[in-house]
């Protein structure tokens, strides 16, 4: 069962699902109301499972193997900063129907394949996982990072022994 190569990369203010490189779906960045980053042990790039992208009436489901993360984390920071769009929740906490997730019993996948559906069909099960952000990567890095410190910054500058004010 081998499948069709699946990438997505920016066309204009189009975002474009390509199979075998050419067009399947293309997506306005205008239509674009959220991205949610399903992941799977954490929150870098690497850890994405899918991303699903609601775009008003629908939902395009967007496998990792899409290139998805890198047109959402390292492409056009300028718009997803100021659409403010981007959320993330734990794979575990997202689970997906079977009926996404295709396959055969013992070899069903776990991750779902490129998909445009009603968003009435998933929304109501999107209500439900819990949801982070909006917050793009760059700003979770950092936030990450602020927590992880070992020193607190400090408050007031300790004044010099011996020094006369």
């Given at each position: 069962?081998?499948?069709?190569?699946?990438?997505?990369?920016?066309?204009?203010?189009?975002?474009?699902?390509?199979?075998?490189?050419?067009?399947?779906?293309?997506?306005?960045?205008?239509?674009?109301?959220?991205?949610?980053?399903?992941?799977?042990?954490?929150?870098?790039?690497?850890?994405?499972?899918?991303?699903?992208?609601?775009?008003?009436?629908?939902?395009?489901?967007?496998?990792?193997?899409?290139?998805?993360?890198?047109?959402?984390?390292?492409?056009?920071?300028?718009?997803?900063?100021?659409?403010?769009?981007?959320?993330?929740?734990?794979?575990?906490?997202?689970?997906?129907?079977?009926a996404?997730?295709?396959?055969?019993?013992?070899?069903?996948?776990?991750?779902?394949?490129?998909l445009?559906?009603p968003?009435?069909?998933?929304?109501?099960?999107?209500e439900?996982?819990?949801?982070?952000?909006?917050?793009?990567?760059?700003?979770?890095?950092?936030?990450?990072?602020?927590?992880?410190?070992?020193?607190?910054?400090?408050?007031?500058?300790?004044?010099?022994?011996?020094?006369?004010?």
């Amino acid at each position: 069962m081998a499948q069709e190569p699946l990438a997505t990369r920016w066309e204009g203010n189009d975002l474009v699902v390509l199979r075998n490189d050419k067009p399947a779906d293309r997506i306005a960045a205008q239509d674009i109301r959220r991205v949610i980053l399903v992941c799977e042990r954490g929150d870098t790039p690497s850890d994405l499972s899918f991303a699903l992208i609601d775009v008003g009436s629908d939902t395009v489901i967007l496998p990792a193997e899409s290139g998805i993360a890198g047109r959402v984390h390292f492409e056009r920071h300028g718009f997803w900063m100021q659409k403010e769009c981007v959320y993330w929740v734990d794979a575990a906490r997202a689970p997906l129907p079977r009926a996404l997730r295709p396959g055969l019993w013992l070899l069903r996948r776990q991750r779902p394949g490129y998909l445009r559906l009603p968003a009435a069909e998933i929304a109501p099960l999107i209500e439900r996982w819990p949801l982070e952000g909006p917050q793009s990567w760059e700003q979770r890095k950092w936030a990450r990072i602020a927590a992880n410190r070992t020193l607190q910054p400090a408050t007031k500058t300790p004044k010099s022994p011996g020094r006369a004010t």
